[in-house]
């Protein structure tokens, strides 16, 4: 599914879209319109916004959702070059900054965790903390086709054909030689390194059937995250934020009000 209302965004001689779920300005914060978190949804490699359209649309029961095109997938227009995870991050930094977008929570999805450690670690008085869903590379399979295989084992056994319908559609639009040259930017990102940096709080999240994100490379990225903590989503496969969106919601929600918010306001 796609979201409605998205609006084309530029920076650095990059192009993408920007989805908001924004509750009007003008209400008073109090008891009866308390102060709502902000989340950033970021998504994966040959993907779109629309795997995490769910997602969104359950978060944005009770805060402000920001979820991304990012450059050179979906829609958008494809980058004349390779760009690496902190091309990603500066653009969407430069592009929530002129949305007037602080004080969030960047929740990413596969190669999306590495833009939300990059985030948290580029700004983190704008980065409250980070939820990493389904994070990869997983150490153990460290070989592009150890993760073509586990891609393949996912999607045939541990998610639905809408799931399907939509990853792979986002596949064929993003076309093979974009998808190749990010490829090894995504395989060589140092993510239990770069994590081990993070000092906000991080929720390493994984679905029970997932063999991309397996469960012993999700607890070590939590060990070595100075604040982080595993969870896991029973009986869903790498895409379960589609498959499974109010869980996913839920337990999202939960980790943030255990963490007290973290001082995290739309």
């Known amino acids: 599914m796609a979201l409605d209302g998205g609006i084309d965004v530029e920076a650095g001689g990059l192009r993408g879209r920007l989805y908001a779920s924004v509750r009007p300005e003008g209400g008073p914060d109090g008891p009866e319109h308390p102060a709502r978190p902000a989340y950033v949804l970021l998504h994966g490699i040959g993907v779109s916004h629309r795997y995490l359209a769910r997602l969104h649309l359950e978060l944005a029961k009770g805060a402000d959702v920001y979820s991304f095109d990012l450059p050179g997938f979906g829609p958008t227009s494809r980058p004349s070059r390779q760009l690496q995870v902190e091309d990603y991050a500066a653009f969407i930094t430069a592009v929530l900054s002129d949305a007037g977008v602080s004080g969030y929570i960047a929740v990413g999805h596969s190669m999306g965790t590495q833009f939300a450690a990059e985030l948290a670690l580029r700004q983190p008085e704008e980065v409250a903390g980070i939820v990493l869903m389904g994070p990869v590379v997983d150490a153990g399979k460290k070989s592009v086709p150890q993760q073509a295989l586990a891609l393949t084992r996912d999607a045939m056994f541990s998610e639905s054909l809408s799931c399907n319908a939509v990853v792979f559609s986002d596949y064929f639009r993003a076309g093979p030689r974009w998808y190749l040259t990010e490829l090894p930017v995504m395989m060589e990102y140092p993510m239990a390194e770069r994590l081990s940096a993070v000092t906000q709080p991080a929720l390493?999240?994984?679905?029970?059937?997932?063999?991309?994100?397996?469960?012993?490379?999700?607890?070590?990225?939590?060990?070595?995250?100075?604040?982080?903590?595993?969870?896991?989503?029973?009986?869903?496969?790498?895409?379960?934020?589609?498959?499974?969106?109010?869980?996913?919601?839920?337990?999202?929600?939960?980790?943030?009000?255990?963490?007290?918010?973290?001082?995290?306001?739309a």
């Open 204 to 265: 390493v999240l994984r679905g029970t059937k997932d063999p991309i994100a397996r469960r012993p490379w999700c607890e070590h990225l939590a060990a070595v995250a100075p604040q982080g903590a595993v969870a896991e989503i029973p009986g869903q496969g790498h895409v379960f934020q589609h498959t499974a969106p109010g869980m996913a919601a839920e337990t999202i929600t939960s980790w943030v009000r255990a963490e007290n918010g973290f001082g995290v306001t």
